[in-house]
């Protein structure tokens, strides 16, 4: 009888711990669903806030990176805009091919006159004026480098009579 209450008490423990354990996830097994979902919710969430505040970012400095370059573009229109009106007002077409004194008085200014109006474009590295060369001769312009901290100065165009119409890597008609 002592065999039977005992293994009747075990038998009571054994379904008190499977009833307990089987109670004991039913009530957690939601809570631990609803957490992991949240979690899931919040990663989600989180990513896409990065992921906008990262695109907000990258959008910022394309716009702050795009009116630098336009600037540097468009000061370099106004430089180019002004040279062209100046030479165009200031050249005499038939003297420059009938004197060869104003020819070189004229480039000589020339080259002094595009040095400063180069300087007022913030980035340039080169400003050319290039004559046609069939009237005027293979050579016959104004060439400058430099930048606008060391100055610009003027070197010897490259004489185009060497080089074919159709050498773009040497010329870049």
Request: hydrophobic share 35%; glycine share 6%.
């Amino acid at each position: 009888m002592q065999n039977l209450i005992e293994n009747t008490g075990k038998k009571n423990k054994k379904k008190y711990r499977t009833l307990k354990t089987t109670l004991f996830f039913m009530s957690m097994g939601p809570i631990l669903v609803v957490f992991l979902v949240g979690i899931g919710f919040s990663f989600v969430s989180q990513s896409r806030t990065m992921r906008n505040e990262l695109n907000s970012l990258f959008n910022t400095e394309a716009d702050r990176k795009m009116f630098e370059y336009n600037e540097c573009l468009n000061s370099t229109i106004r430089t180019v805009d002004s040279m062209s009106e100046y030479i165009l007002s200031s050249l005499n077409e038939k003297q420059l091919l009938t004197d060869p004194d104003y020819e070189r008085d004229y480039m000589n200014s020339l080259a002094k006159i595009m040095a400063d109006f180069t300087r007022t474009s913030k980035d340039s590295v080169a400003s050319y004026f290039r004559m046609n060369a069939e009237k005027y001769g293979p050579r016959q312009g104004v060439f400058l480098i430099g930048t606008n901290k060391s100055g610009y100065i003027s070197i010897r165009p490259t004489d185009l009579s060497l080089y074919s119409p159709t050498d773009l890597g040497h010329v870049a008609w």
